[in-house]
Structure formats: C-alpha cells, structure tokens
C-alpha cells in the first residue's frame, strides 16, 4: 500500500499533501486528548510495534503492495488524533530512512493510512462499542470491525489515487477492485489481531482504551 515516487502524477501528489497537512492542523487546533507521559510512551512503544509490522509487503499484480497497517489499533488506544500522529510517523520514517513509499508519494501514503485508515476504525469501532455498551463483545466486534475496514478503506483510496494517475500503467477500472479485494482479505487478519489485543488490553487495563 505504500505508493512509491513514479506512481502519482503531481496534481494527486501535491494534493494529497495539502489535504494531509490540513488535517493535522485542524485536528491538532480542536484536539480533546492531552499527551501525559503514560500516552507518551504508548504512542511510541505502539509506532515501533507498527513499524515492524508494516515492514512486511506482498506485491500486488495492479496495484502497489499489501501489507499489515495497525491504524484501528493506533486509533482505539491513542484516540484520531494521536494515532494519526503515531501512524504519521510510522511512514516518515519508512519513507526518509528505508525508501518503502517515495516522498512525492507520502502525502498520499499518510492520507490512506494515517488518516482514512485511523478515521474509519476508529469511528467503527467507537460506534460499535456505544452501541452495545463497553463490553468484552463489543470491545472485540467493534476492534475487529474496525481494523477490517480501516485497512479495505485505506487500499480502495489507494488504489484510485494511483488508477486516476496517468504515470500507473493501470486505470482504476483495474486498480480499485485488486487493491479493494486484496485489502478486504487481509482486512480480515488485521481485524482479529485488532480484535484479539483490544479485548486482552480491555481485560488487563480497560483504562487504556478510547471506550
């Protein structure tokens, strides 16, 4: 999922950076979360544990590559915005230090995944919980939901950055159903971990949780 230099034209490359940006200075102005030190060392045991994870890719026929994200997970223990901040700086680094995405493209890598992906397991997993009352169940459905959808999301808006490109061999006619369909699968694996380290932290320290 992570979009190399090459991939985007400068019209999707200049304007995901500006969309990316904007977001972080509108959620850091109406931000509700304080960063104490105990979240503080949440945020960077949790992005070093994402980074690891990330660092594992599949090569897709049509698309970029598949791969693990942890965004719902970042979302359910930071809050949006703190884990849009982990998830943030997750991808620099992979960027500036071992090239997985290129730097033209890390406006786009940051709105797929730091942003929509953390946006959509979040709000998912925080309606599910509200809806059933906070519970073992609903921490574990709506972590798991959370996680699926947040990775399906981040690969379908992936894949129409890159099918609207002209640079990509691929239209989108190609582009969104193998980086959507690819990324439903896995969503599926990245939803139970979700799910299943939710429910443990729940049951261990709940007060870790955005519940």
């Known amino acids: 999922m992570h979009i190399p230099d090459g ?7 200049a304007s995901t950076y500006i969309a990316s940006i904007v977001f972080y200075a509108v959620a850091y102005k109406f931000k509700r979360e304080s960063l104490g030190p105990q979240k503080l060392s949440l945020l960077t045991t949790l992005a070093a544990g994402i ?21 719902a997970l970042a979302a359910i223990l930071l809050g949006p915005f703190y884990g849009a901040v982990a998830m943030g700086l997750v991808l620099l680094v992979q960027c500036l230090v071992f090239h997985d995405g290129g730097i033209t493209a890390l406006g786009a890598n940051v709105l797929n995944m730091a942003i929509v992906g953390v946006l959509v397991g979040y709000y998912l997993y925080k309606a599910v919980v509200r809806a059933m009352g906070a519970s073992e169940k609903s921490v574990l459905l709506g972590a798991f939901l959370g996680g699926w959808m947040s990775v399906f999301a981040a690969g379908v808006l992936c894949g129409v950055e890159i099918g609207l490109s002209p ?45």
């Open 7 to 13: 991939f985007l034209d400068p019209y999707w490359a």
């Open 51 to 71: 980074f690891v994870a990330q660092m594992l890719n599949w090569p897709l026929p049509g698309g970029t590559s598949l791969h693990l994200v942890g965004a």
């Open 167 to 211: 640079q990509f061999p691929y239209g989108v006619s190609v582009s969104v159903p193998v980086m959507g369909l690819w990324h439903l699968a896995l969503g599926v694996i990245e939803g139970v971990i979700t799910g299943l380290v939710a429910l443990y932290i729940y049951k261990r320290s709940p007060s870790l949780l955005q519940v």
